[in-house]
């Protein structure tokens, strides 16, 4: 019904400002799952994941105009700390870069 892809490579941007902290970067789920509380489980399981894997905080990137997703992260304890561009042919877009720590 949906995945999430973490990147423990990836560059930290350094408006994380998180030692340690790995990225998030893909968390999608089927539209007729949304709703269901299954994208609830899967952020759980993301969270154990990043846990067991020793990282001190998540981050991700999110169009600015994905208000259901932000309001989704903001659930989950993640806050905006930047914003950064990508490219779509010739156009840019903005995004916030989110992130939170983890106990």
């Known amino acids: 019904t949906g995945y999430a892809q973490l990147d423990l490579a990836a560059p930290q941007p350094t408006a994380v400002g998180l030692p340690s902290a790995i990225e998030l970067r893909r968390f999608y789920l089927l539209p007729e799952a949304h709703g269901s509380g299954q994208a609830n489980g899967l952020m759980e399981a993301v969270l154990a994941l990043a846990r067991a894997r020793h990282a001190r905080g998540l981050w991700l990137s999110v169009w600015q105009r994905a208000g259901r997703a932000q309001r ?10 930047g914003s950064a561009q990508f490219r ?5 877009h903005d995004d916030w ?4 720590a983890l106990a």
Do not use: S
């Not at 989704?72 to 700390?81: K, L, P, S």
């Not at 870069?97 to 939170?100: K, N, Q």
């Open 88 to 92: 779509i042919g010739g156009d840019l």
């Open 97 to 100: 870069l989110l992130a939170r």
């Open 72 to 81: 989704f992260y903001a659930r989950h304890g993640f806050r905006r700390v």
